[in-house]
């Protein structure tokens, strides 16, 4: 790893990283999430015409007496409950808060911080806020209206909205009881609570099966068929759900054993920072390729943890890595697709992957590989991984 970022000197021992940890404060999660939607807006090319937000809380189990434990009814556990942000794919916010709390207590100023600052970038880009119904908060819902920030959010069903989908609902059974087959049905009405200011479109998904009734209702202020909204749009929301499992159980980010609140705060967006990572891989380097939409557990086994014999001249640093290894194609790819055209010119018919011998079982020549031409037998596969100047090392 020294050799591969080009630093000669010793890197931290642990208990330097574990005095980082306890150094950590306010501003560097202020400052490291500034990384984060950098690196988000600096990953398009041109300005986007829609990005949408998807908020979700989540549990963190705790099995200590860290700063902020405090049991959650729901999860029925001691937790924290960190909150994320997702647009797509990429990660924009890993806030880690107690569970003592709302879930959505703190997202309607995350909202106003993550819109105001993509419109700096893309002035005329769409925003939409989605999330489930922990996140049908008046005041997000007022906001994003008064800020012209479209939402589509969950909403909790009560007595009210079941007395307006009464009559569907029983229709539905009556053709259940007689043909045996589930039933669903989108629709949309008005609807208005108590404390809104004025009635907002209410969208439903009912269904009648063999458990039964099970009603679902969204609000949103967006235009468009109600069936395509809900399955289109509200639904995919889950892709956020399975995002926060690759970071939490592919990336660790629930190892927050530190005492200090603070410090299991810079773990979760060391994380969170891993997570970007592995997803730039993919955008980057993986894409058409068997691994292009592969967990980060996939990729550590299949591309990242693997033996290699490293070399470095004045010119180059060679990795050696077995010539059976089956991603070894994969690798290469990857390493075409994030090579620098600023710093390293289009490689030539020699410059490109080669085998080569493993210096330790005795020298050979450097034999270029054609993409058609079968694969000379050699004992190690090396790929020249930077081929500028020691200067620029």
Same mark, same amino acid.
């Given at each position: 790893?020294?050799?591969?970022?080009?630093?000669?000197?010793?890197?931290?021992? @642990?208990?330097?990283?574990?005095?980082?940890?306890?150094?950590?404060?306010?501003?560097?999660?202020?400052?490291?999430?500034?990384?984060?939607? %950098?690196?988000?807006?600096?990953?398009?090319?041109?300005? /986007?015409?829609?990005?949408?937000?998807?908020?979700?809380?989540?549990?963190?189990?705790?099995?200590?007496?860290?700063?902020?434990?405090?049991?959650?009814?729901?999860?029925?556990?001691?937790?924290?409950?960190?909150?994320?942000?997702?647009?797509?794919?990429?990660?924009?916010?890993?806030?880690?808060?107690?569970?003592?709390?709302?879930?959505?207590?703190? @997202?309607?100023?995350?909202?106003?911080?993550?819109?105001?600052? *993509?419109? =700096?970038?893309? /002035?005329?880009?769409?925003?939409?806020?989605?999330?489930?119904?922990?996140?049908?908060?008046?005041?997000?819902?007022?906001?994003?209206?008064?800020?012209?920030?479209?939402?589509?959010?969950?909403?909790?069903?009560?007595?009210?909205?079941?007395?307006?989908?009464?009559?569907?609902?029983?229709?539905? =059974?009556?053709?259940?009881?007689?043909?045996?087959?589930?039933?669903? #049905?989108?629709?949309?009405?008005?609807?208005?609570?108590?404390?809104? &200011?004025?009635?907002?479109?209410?969208?439903?998904?009912?269904?009648?099966?063999?458990?039964?009734?099970?009603?679902?209702?969204?609000?949103?202020?967006?235009?468009?068929?109600?069936?395509?909204?809900?399955? @289109?749009?509200?639904?995919?929301?889950?892709?956020?759900?399975?995002?926060?499992?690759?970071? =939490?159980?592919?990336?660790?980010?629930?190892?927050?054993?530190?005492?200090?609140?603070?410090?299991?705060? *810079?773990?979760?967006?060391?994380?969170?920072?891993?997570?970007?990572?592995?997803?730039? #891989?993919?955008?980057?380097?993986?894409?058409?390729?068997?691994?292009?939409?592969?967990?980060? %557990?996939?990729?550590?086994?299949?591309?990242?943890?693997?033996?290699?014999?490293?070399?470095?001249?004045?010119?180059?640093?060679?990795?050696?890595?077995?010539?059976?290894?089956?991603?070894?194609?994969?690798?290469?790819?990857?390493?075409?697709?994030?090579?620098?055209?600023?710093?390293?010119?289009? /490689?030539? &018919?020699?410059?490109?992957?080669?085998?080569?011998?493993?210096?330790?079982?005795?020298?050979?020549?450097?034999?270029?590989?054609? +993409?058609?031409? +079968?694969?000379? +037998?050699?004992?190690?596969?090396?790929?020249?991984?930077?081929?500028?100047?020691?200067?620029?090392?």
């Amino acid at each position: 790893m020294q050799t591969a970022v080009g630093v000669d000197l010793e890197m931290a021992s @642990a208990p330097t990283l574990c005095r980082l940890e306890k150094w950590a404060d306010r501003a560097t999660a202020w400052r490291l999430h500034q990384v984060l939607v %950098d690196q988000f807006i600096a990953s398009f090319k041109v300005a /986007p015409e829609e990005l949408v937000l998807d908020f979700d809380a989540t549990d963190n189990p705790l099995h200590g007496q860290q700063e902020g434990r405090f049991f959650h009814g729901y999860y029925d556990s001691y937790c924290y409950l960190p909150l994320y942000v997702f647009c797509g794919q990429q990660l924009l916010c890993a806030y880690l808060r107690p569970s003592r709390i709302d879930g959505a207590k703190h @997202a309607a100023a995350i909202l106003k911080l993550l819109v105001r600052r *993509l419109r =700096q970038e893309w /002035p005329n880009v769409r925003i939409i806020f989605r999330g489930d119904s922990g996140f049908c908060r008046q005041r997000i819902i007022n906001w994003c209206e008064r800020a012209g920030v479209h939402y589509i959010v969950g909403l909790a069903r009560n007595a009210r909205l079941e007395a307006q989908v009464e009559y569907a609902q029983l229709a539905m =059974q009556q053709l259940y009881e007689q043909t045996g087959h589930k039933q669903r #049905l989108v629709g949309e009405f008005s609807y208005a609570a108590q404390s809104w &200011p004025h009635e907002r479109r209410v969208i439903t998904r009912l269904e009648w099966g063999e458990l039964g009734c099970n009603p679902r209702f969204i609000v949103t202020n967006l235009d468009g068929g109600a069936q395509t909204l809900y399955d @289109a749009l509200y639904c995919q929301r889950g892709e956020a759900e399975n995002r926060i499992k690759e970071a =939490q159980v592919g990336l660790f980010a629930t190892r927050t054993s530190c005492h200090v609140m603070r410090s299991n705060q *810079l773990r979760m967006l060391l994380a969170a920072l891993g997570y970007v990572l592995i997803e730039r #891989l993919r955008a980057l380097a993986l894409q058409g390729t068997a691994l292009a939409s592969a967990q980060v %557990d996939t990729l550590r086994i299949k591309l990242l943890k693997v033996a290699a014999v490293i070399t470095r001249n004045t010119r180059r640093i060679r990795l050696y890595l077995a010539s059976h290894w089956p991603s070894a194609d994969i690798f290469a790819h990857a390493m075409r697709q994030l090579r620098s055209p600023e710093l390293h010119p289009a /490689p030539g &018919p020699r410059d490109d992957t080669k085998m080569v011998r493993n210096p330790s079982r005795g020298g050979g020549n450097c034999q270029p590989i054609s +993409p058609t031409a +079968p694969r000379a +037998p050699s004992n190690a596969f090396a790929w020249h991984l930077l081929s500028a100047p020691a200067a620029r090392e």
